[in-house]
């Protein structure tokens, strides 16, 4: 070490017993040496504050309301315990929260836009009414079968009594969705109805 | 919630067994490590705060808290290690909020002050604090304290009050020996300018 990184040495270790090249050092340096011993007396003057003593019931007035707190703790509603976990540990907790936010939205976008559809009450409203009591199944097709579906003849069906069908165009700027007829029973409402 | 057990008296317990049936939720595990470490943890808030009603309802918090993260303590550390670095985050992020509102609130000093060294030494200069009474000295100590930055403030907390050595300290704070060094020594410089009347 070169003096300039002693004489730091020396006043960053005031207080401590010096090494032997620092004790040459402060040897050497007087006014270094008494530096040192005006930081270590500030050290040793606010040593006297550990004699500032608290009352001595403080103790066990922290652990019976701690314990009240914990007991009291355990019946508390899932969002105020969320709540002492934000104003704790807010980091962790925010980045977990915005992390479930991303995946919901992105699921949300997923479905909300699978196949390009859009929801029977969104574009018909008025027909959305009128077949709100009965039993509904959805067919979602490409728009190239709906020549097909329209021409089929639905009074031969072995089905009795008959659903109410509901066709659903893909738009063709959507190509994602697989070719073919799907029909319920995923996306059906179980009501009555009667022809 | 209160358990059964424990077979074996908890005061008898080392942390570590205190620590995993805490983790239980094991209240009476809890309250014997309250009981072992509210001295300290109280002390330093206190000198952090140089308030006591600050420093109290704190304390009840850091433990409360300290509770509810018991589960993710891994035992890495000490546990004094850990809950010490709850209450110096803690106490920082609370005196930053109350910046504006500084009162004072000290605790009585114990008479022992007056067999230590260092009183004995000031009491026997030629110098002002020749007159100066206990309850003078105790809040110059803590004004010239309360006008250090937190970070200065903490390590003087940790070091010159409560005894901590420099790599405990950087331990507790995440910082280098090194660190705690330079900031005591800055911390010094600038208590020398507030207690110049009582330097040697």
Known sequence: MNDEELKRSCLEHAGEDPSPEQAEYLARHPEVRAEVEDLAWMGRLMSLKRYEM?????????????????????????????????????????????????????????????????????????????????????????????????????????????????????????????????????????????? | MVKDDPPEAVPELPDDELIARSQRDDVEAYNELIRRYHGKVYALVYNMTSN?????????????KAFRSLKRFKGNSSFFTWIYRISVNRTINFIKKRKKRTGISLDDVDVGIERDPAFVELSSRESPFRDCTITELQEK???ALSRLSEKHRTVVVL??????????????????????????HYARRALQVDLAEYAP
């Open chain 1, 54 to 195: 608290p009352d001595p019931a403080m103790r066990a007035e922290c652990q019976a309301r701690v314990r009240q707190r914990i007991e009291d703790g355990q019946h508390r509603r899932w969002w105020l315990r969320l709540e002492d976990a934000l104003t704790f540990h807010p980091a962790p907790v925010w980045a977990a929260a915005l992390a479930l936010l991303l995946v919901a939205g992105g699921l949300w976008y997923h479905l909300d836009h699978e196949e390009g559809l859009t929801t029977l009450a969104e574009s018909r409203p008025e027909v959305a009414e009128e077949v709100s009591t009965q039993e509904v199944v959805l067919v979602q097709i490409d728009s190239e079968e709906l020549d097909e579906v329209l021409l089929a003849d639905v009074a031969e069906s072995a089905v009795d009594p008959l659903p109410v069908v509901l066709i659903q165009v893909a738009s063709n700027v959507q190509p994602t969705r697989p070719s073919g007829l799907q029909y319920g029973p995923g996306r059906s409402m179980p009501v009555s109805f009667g022809y």
């Open chain 2, 52 to 64: 006591r009603e600050d420093a109290e309802d704190l304390v009840q918090e850091i433990f409360f």
């Open chain 2, 141 to 143: 100590l803590n004004k």
């Open chain 2, 159 to 184: 070091h010159d009050i409560q005894g901590l050595q420099h790599d405990e300290i950087a331990r507790v704070l995440k910082v280098s020996s090194g660190t705690v060094r330079s900031r005591l």
